[in-house]
T-cell receptor, first 118, second 113 residues
Framework: AQTVTQSQPEMSVQEAETVTLSCTYD???????LFWYKQPPSRQMILVIR??????QNATENRFSVNFQKAAKSFSLKISDSQLGDAAMYFC???????????????FGKGTKLTVNP | NAGVTQTPKFQVLKTGQSMTLQCAQD?????MYWYRQDPGMGLRLIYY???????DKGEVPNGYNVSRLNKREFSLRLESAAPSQTSVYFC????????????FGQGTRLTVV
């Protein structure tokens, strides 16, 4: 079974600085997707960034980027120029690539609480 | 476009009572999921459904039942609620066969006393 591990329960960063959140996963599959979600106090789940396992190029979305190391099964999130609005819980998630007739299991890590200090 | 709608948003139950959490999506998604979120535990998968009429157990299925009667709706039932089921419950859906993210409902905060 696939598992996702976030080893940092809490992290803090100064406003305008850069922070990296760690995520590792375990799978025997070769094709899959990885995601980072943000959950502010409102409880809403917001997609931050996604990565396809077959792509070697790391995904980037404005101030958010990932370091995807497939062989090491590592998927870290880098937040540059941190803003107060970035404060939230961040979840790493793994999703199997669908095979015909199969099910897509979507598995989450336990989350990292990010605090941004002014 | 409403996305994923969960009802109710809040609920208090007494131990032993039953209830059904409702989830509906209007995005023509194939896969649907139920998660529970507890402090320090992240989102744990209860059940999921790849298509109408099919369901599979996730990590924590005990004490729950689900029903996927049609493509839009995926309900979660607690037959005899226990205090250990106090949690925030999320429903989610995915389009499948495409690299799209999961869309989530607003969550249901359930307290069992």
């Amino acid at each position: 079974a696939q598992t996702v591990t976030q080893s940092q329960p809490e992290m803090s960063v100064q406003e305008a600085e850069t922070v990296t959140l760690s995520c590792t996963y375990d799978t025997s599959e070769s094709d899959y997707y990885l995601f980072w979600y943000k959950q502010p106090p409102s409880r809403q789940m917001i997609l931050v960034i996604r990565q396809e396992a077959y792509k070697q190029q790391n995904a980037t979305e404005n101030r958010f980027s990932v370091n995807f190391q497939k062989a090491a099964k590592s998927f870290s999130l880098k937040i540059s120029d941190s803003q107060l609005g970035d404060a939230a819980m961040y979840f790493c998630a793994y999703r199997s690539a669908l095979t015909q007739g199969g099910s897509e299991k979507l598995v989450f890590g336990k989350g990292t609480k990010l605090t941004v200090n002014p | 476009n409403a996305g994923v709608t969960q009802t109710p948003k809040f609920q208090v139950l007494k131990t032993g009572q039953s209830m059904t959490l409702q989830c509906a999506q209007d995005m023509n998604h194939n896969s649907m999921y139920w998660y529970r979120q507890d402090p320090g535990m992240g989102l744990r998968l209860i059940y999921y459904s790849a298509s109408e009429g099919t369901t599979d157990k996730g990590e924590v299925p005990n004490g729950y039942n689900v029903s996927r009667l049609n493509k839009r709706e995926f309900s979660l039932r607690l037959e005899s609620a226990a205090p250990s089921q106090t949690s925030v419950y999320f429903c989610a859906s995915i389009r499948s066969l495409m690299n799209t993210e999961a869309f989530f409902g607003q969550g249901t905060r359930l307290t069992v006393v």
